[in-house]
């Protein structure tokens, strides 16, 4: 198996449990000591670098308005020291956004994730594209 092929497994369990199961205390096992995200418009950790435990608290604040929240991985792409990720996302509105009260619906979205590896094949960062937009419409229909 090609280290492209290690990588992209790695980051389909990453994506699995860490994202779709909420373990966020196994990020430590994948993430590097700092983790970037380079570009992610509308993340509230858009253009940080984080430690360890900063990721976990991002897993645990990006899930709690969405516990359910499923990844499908659409396709997996390595080129050099990363993996690109098109996936398509679901999750169910349980918890408050900023200016969105829950409302128990089904959410949507789509996008694509160029994640980056060091060495020691653990994640040091990601530059994202998402269809945050077609989130907040979905949130504001018969509001």
Same mark, same amino acid.
């Not at 205390?25 to 570009?39: Q, S, V």
């Not at 994730?113 to 020691?120: E, I, Q």
């Given at each position: 198996?090609?280290?492209?092929? =290690?990588? =992209?497994? *790695?980051?389909?369990?990453?994506?699995?449990?860490? +994202?779709?199961?909420?373990?966020?205390?196994?990020?430590?096992?994948? %993430?590097?000591?700092?983790?970037?995200? /380079? /570009?992610?418009?509308?993340?509230? +950790?858009?253009?940080?670098?984080?430690? &360890?435990?900063?990721? &976990?608290? *991002?897993? *645990?604040?990006?899930?709690?308005?969405?516990?359910d929240q499923?990844?499908? %991985?659409?396709?997996?792409?390595?080129?050099?020291?990363?993996?690109?990720?098109? +996936?398509? +996302?679901?999750?169910? /509105?349980?918890?408050?956004?900023?200016?969105?009260?829950?409302?128990g619906r089904? %959410?949507?979205?789509?996008?694509?994730?160029?994640?980056?590896?060091?060495?020691?094949?653990?994640?040091?960062? /990601?530059?994202?594209?998402?269809? *945050?937009?077609?989130?907040?419409?979905?949130?504001? &229909?018969?509001?």
């Amino acid at each position: 198996m090609t280290t492209q092929d =290690k990588r =992209k497994q *790695r980051l389909a369990a990453f994506i699995r449990q860490i +994202w779709d199961e909420g373990e966020a205390d196994a990020a430590d096992g994948y %993430i590097a000591e700092t983790y970037r995200i /380079h /570009h992610d418009p509308g993340d509230p +950790w858009e253009g940080q670098s984080l430690d &360890r435990a900063g990721f &976990r608290e *991002r897993v *645990r604040m990006s899930r709690a308005a969405f516990p359910d929240q499923r990844f499908d %991985i659409q396709a997996l792409f390595a080129d050099g020291d990363a993996v690109v990720m098109t +996936w398509l +996302w679901t999750g169910t /509105h349980q918890g408050d956004l900023p200016g969105f009260p829950a409302t128990g619906r089904a %959410i949507h979205m789509s996008g694509a994730t160029v994640y980056m590896f060091d060495s020691a094949e653990r994640l040091t960062g /990601h530059w994202q594209v998402t269809d *945050r937009l077609g989130v907040f419409q979905q949130l504001q &229909r018969n509001r």
